[in-house]
């Protein structure tokens, strides 16, 4: 063809998560552990507000930002769970799920050309966006130290470039279940002041903890509402509203204000009566988050002791979300190795390599599912990879 797509376009690589669970999609029986998603239902109460909403009139537009009663009910999410005041008039976006609100807020602080720090491994979105925008993303692997996932500030500070814009962060961290420390976010903060950077908190998993807290604490409650900080965030893991579409963003009021104008050129506005919904799990949802919660936590103590008892793979014990991310000795060819055991064995995990620097060698497998499909999963592993 004379005419081809976009090269800026071409240069975005493909999801190698996404990858593999195409060719999953075409078999039958598969355990689904690749995507980060629960396979359990969004809860009743939800459903019918939803259904209320939408028989309440709530199927137009709303304005870019949000209805404001939704904005008003993360307001009030983040003063009794975080302690954190926030107007809702100009500092909260409602967005089209925690993507569009890191594609938004991406969007508002780049430029093409400019470089962004990003701590992997990580979700591999936040890096395909900044390439959409013609930016450079510089992956940073964070250390393990001791059993735990940490952050190096001088490995931070030896990648800055003159073109160094922002700095990315994700706490609790996809795939690795790292729970940052006030101390460590303290460390980024004052990293993102010194050089005069953006720095981004993708705080999606905030409420899946394990150490007895109900929440992980937010950048927000370090930083000041003048900062350039902002904070992505989402309906979908908390509450099991994957397919609902629904997240929103925290920043400063120039920014909030911008990526509300923006939300007109992208998607205009978030469902309305989806963000009716979300209204009902941000005030009536703690105690569906605590079962959650409760499940999850004896989903990923079963899955570590099975991991722990396979040969030659070690892991972490994660301190948040819903992923373990094990190390397989000898492992050069992640992907490989997911595709092998997925039409082998009909397991389906997420290569580590998708996970950008310091994934490669591992395997990400998400055990927010019943536990009779875990025990499959583990068992069908521990036999692969004692085979392999």
Known sequence: MSIAVASSARAVPHSRIRELAEIAMKMDGVLKLYFGESNLPTPEFLKQAASKAMRDGFTYYTPNAGLLSTREAIARYYQRHQGVALNPDNEIVVTNSGVQALHVGLRCV??????????????????????????????????????????????????????????????????????????EQQQLLDFARRHNLWLIADEVYERLVYDGRSIVPSILQLATRDDAVLVAQSFSKAWCMTGWRLGWLVARADLAQKAAQLNEFIISCAPSFVQKTGEAALDHGDPSVDQLVTMLKENR????????????????????????????????????????????????????????????????????????????????????????
């Open 110 to 183: 780049i430029n093409p050309g400019d470089d962004a720090l990003v701590l992997t491994p990580a979700w591999p979105n936040a890096c395909s966006i900044l390439q959409m925008y013609g930016a450079r993303p510089i992956e940073l692997a964070q250390p393990l130290k001791n059993n735990r996932y940490t952050i190096d500030i001088a490995h931070l500070e030896a990648a800055l470039t003159p073109r160094t814009r922002l700095l990315i962060y994700t706490s609790p961290s996809n795939p690795l279940g790292w729970v940052a420390t006030v101390e």
């Open 301 to 388: 103590d079963f899955c570590l002791s099975a991991l722990r008892s396979m040969k030659g793979v070690t892991v972490p014990e994660p301190e948040g979300a819903f992923y373990l991310f094990p190390r397989i000795d000898g492992l050069t060819d992640s992907f490989g190795f997911c595709k092998r055991l997925l039409l082998e064995t009909n397991v389906g995990l997420a290569p580590g390599v998708a996970f950008g620097a310091g994934g490669e060698g591992n395997i990400r497998l998400c055990y927010a599912v019943e536990k009779p499909i875990l025990e499959q999963a583990m068992e069908r592993l521990a036999r692969f990879v004692s085979a392999s």
